[in-house]
């Protein structure tokens, strides 16, 4: 499956602790997204690698919220301190920019669930 | 990039055309329509995405209205598989820089 991964695909986990989140981007993709879904409503962007550079944040992502991308490939995202309202699915996304134009492909999503 | 409207649910039998409307009536010239849908508990698929001419792919069709101010995104026989959440996003030509900005959609229902 050459398609987006991520992992892992469930979190539990209490209120406090801190969590980390995996996304393996379609092979050669130079961009990669952020996003958080909530019960009911659409994805939310939160921030976005042009290779391994971070180019923007949503204002959605407090000082809690910490995403890498070091080589350029695979991304991580990194919940501090979690509280319960984190509890949502996050979603990553990568593209190929060409031209100025870009198709989105979606992973399967992390499930956290903070109690 | 321009709002859109969909209406928050519709219910198709399976077999027959399922057609999405959808509203962008500040679409500007260079912003395109993207359909993407959502399984339940799975990441958005992308499905198609036009400017003005229509466009078919192997999952669906777009039809643009000549205004531009409209579309319908067309599954031409719907199955069980095909119920989902589906998002119509507008989005600028250049669309390299900029997030996708997603609404509610609609909660599409297919009915054996």
């Known amino acids: 499956d050459t398609g987006v991964s991520q992992d892992p695909r469930h979190k539990i986990t209490k209120r406090g602790q801190n969590v980390t989140f995996r996304c393996d981007p379609i092979?050669?993709?130079?961009?990669l997204y952020w996003y958080r879904q909530t019960l009911g409503q659409g994805p939310e962007f939160l921030t976005y690698?042009?290779?391994?550079?971070?180019?923007?944040k949503s204002r959605l992502l407090s000082d809690r919220f910490s995403a890498e991308r070091p080589k350029g490939s695979f991304s991580t995202l990194e919940i501090q301190r979690t509280e319960q309202g984190d509890s949502a699915m996050y979603l990553c996304a990568s593209s190929l920019v060409a031209g100025g134009q870009e198709t989105q492909y979606f992973g399967p999503g992390t499930r956290l669930l903070v109690l | 990039d321009a709002k859109t409207t969909q209406p928050p649910s519709m219910d198709c039998a399976e077999g027959r055309a399922a057609n999405l409307p959808c509203n962008h009536s500040?679409?500007?010239?260079?912003?395109?329509v993207y359909w993407y849908r959502q399984i339940h508990s799975q990441g958005p698929q992308y499905i198609i995405h036009?400017?003005?001419n229509n466009e078919t792919n192997e999952m669906a069709s777009l039809i643009i209205t000549e205004d531009r101010k409209s579309s319908t995104l067309i599954l031409p026989h719907a199955t069980l598989r095909d119920t989902a959440v589906y998002y119509c996003i507008v989005r600028a030509r250049r669309s390299g820089n900029t997030p996708l900005v997603f609404g509610k959609g609609t909660r599409l229902s297919v009915i054996a």
């Open positions: 036009g400017l003005k």
């Open positions: 500040t679409i500007s010239g260079n912003e395109y």
């Open positions: 092979s050669e993709h130079n961009r």
């Open positions: 690698f042009q290779n391994e550079a971070q180019l923007e």
